[in-house]
């Protein structure tokens, strides 16, 4: 078995005893914590797909995270169906709003793109907090009656957590290790080379767009299915931007495990600035700004580009290698 093949048949059976044990062992706030963070992981993800892989900078990801949450609640009471039946719909509806965003947005540039994506949230909140069938600004909560044992509803919740936050990591490895995926760091690269040779950019960067708001859909569909509450200012607050930037700008954007550890970060900070110091509002940015400020200075490429060189670990890379020159030159 290759080196490669045996990383991933050991990561997925930890992942699987990870799932299994923790409902088991673990009180309701450690398994809600657990599941927050394979949320972020897989949002995280998403966004650096985005902004990592195809030179896609986004302000604007709350849009898929509040879409996902309201579409799930709203399937939940219309379609009399339990949450975690209702959460496929929170994914289509992401992916259906980025189809139909990708032409207007792909038509502008860099900072411009990611303005206009975040105009587009913006939009999305006014016209949730002004819909009366919606909750308007005073949100709603999520219909329950279809829950027949409220106990093992948070193990399922916990369980979608790891199937999305573990599917992320395995499914944007798995995207740029295909043809597509070489197409989107070419275009990342250099654009008008990649066009040059003949790679359409708008088709190679449509699917990632797609796929990123998929993604972030169905985990803020499940974030909010754990809460059982949502209102339009914690659903399409910019915060969920800040903590897909955070994570993936210190960790290492373009990488697999740099927004894991960014993640890790972000919530190992959370905990002790919030939890342990009590620091609130202000102060609790401020640090959190510090630390990204620091890390931008010392390590440019983020934790992981720091640490891989140093180790020589190699990591889940996405990265091709030349084929060795056979013959005489």
Not at 289 to 303: E, I, K, Q, T, Y
Request: charged share 10%; with cysteine.
């Amino acid at each position: 078995m290759k080196a490669r093949s045996l990383r991933w048949v050991v990561a997925a059976l930890a992942a699987l005893a990870f799932a299994l044990l923790l409902p088991r062992i673990a009180d309701a706030g450690t398994l809600r914590l657990a599941g927050e963070i394979l949320l972020a992981i897989g949002m995280v993800q998403m966004w650096n797909l985005l902004a990592g892989y195809t030179g896609l900078f986004s302000l604007g990801h709350q849009l898929f995270v509040g879409l996902g949450a309201y579409t799930l609640y709203e399937a939940t009471q219309r379609f009399g169906i339990a949450p975690h039946w209702a959460l496929p719909f929170a994914g289509v509806m992401g992916a259906l709003v980025a189809v139909l965003l990708a032409p207007a947005l792909f038509r502008l540039r860099e900072a411009y793109f990611a303005i206009g994506l975040w105009v587009f949230a913006e939009i999305g909140y006014l016209i949730v907090s002004k819909t009366p069938a919606l909750g308007t600004t005073s949100g709603r909560p999520l219909d329950l009656s279809n829950v027949a044992d409220p106990e093992a509803f948070q193990a399922i919740v916990f369980w979608i957590a790891c199937a999305i936050g573990l599917g992320s990591l395995a499914g944007v490895y798995a995207l740029m290790r295909s043809r597509l995926g070489l197409a989107l760091l070419t275009v990342r690269d250099n654009e008008l080379a990649a066009a040059s040779v003949g790679v359409d950019v708008w088709r190679v960067r449509f699917p990632a767009f797609v796929i990123s708001g998929f993604g972030c859909a169905l985990a803020g569909g499940a974030y909010y299915m754990g809460t059982m509450f949502v209102s339009p200012e914690s659903a399409f607050d910019i915060n969920w931007v800040v903590m897909m930037m955070f994570a993936t700008l210190i960790g290492g954007i373009g990488t697999l495990e740099g927004p894991l550890i960014g993640v890790l970060i972000w919530f190992a900070l959370r905990e002790l600035l919030t939890g342990s110091l009590g620091l609130q509002g202000g102060w609790y940015l401020i640090c959190m700004g510090a630390v990204a400020m620091v890390v931008s200075l010392m390590a440019p490429r983020g934790l992981w580009g720091w640490l891989q060189p140093r180790f020589g670990w190699r990591g889940w890379s996405v990265l091709r290698e030349p084929p060795a020159r056979t013959g005489a030159p």
